[in-house]
């Protein structure tokens, strides 16, 4: 049986590993439409990808993290915190669910 994971597991996971923050920027960043992406915007309000105050930062991050970078320091600290603010979507994504 597969695992289901649940919100308190997920913000558990972000709070604790680095690459589990990394792996969140870039799962929220593909959920974000196409002209989302090329114009780093919210444009649609579906509730999947970055929310308007999260999207400037977060596509910067996702795109960083898969130019193959790493994140660190005060960059890693605001991921870390962007994660945990779309902590039910990452569970939505975690589980298949979007």
């Known amino acids: 049986m597969e695992k289901i ?20 920027m ?14 780093s915007n919210t444009k649609v309000n579906n509730g999947v990808g970055f929310s ?15 130019s193959g970078k790493r994140l660190s320091g005060k960059h890693l600290e605001r991921a870390r915190k962007i994660a945990i603010h779309h902590s039910g979507q990452l569970t939505l994504i975690a589980n298949g669910k979007i």
């Not at 649940?6 to 969140?24: C, F």
């Not at 308007?52 to 898969?66: E, P």
């Open 5 to 24: 994971w649940t919100r308190t597991e997920i913000v558990q996971l972000l709070s604790n590993n680095n690459i589990a923050v990394e792996r969140a």
């Open 26 to 39: 870039t799962a929220i960043w593909n959920h974000q439409t196409s002209s989302e992406k090329s114009e």
């Open 52 to 66: 308007a105050s999260t999207v400037n930062s977060g596509s910067y991050y996702a795109k960083w993290v898969n």
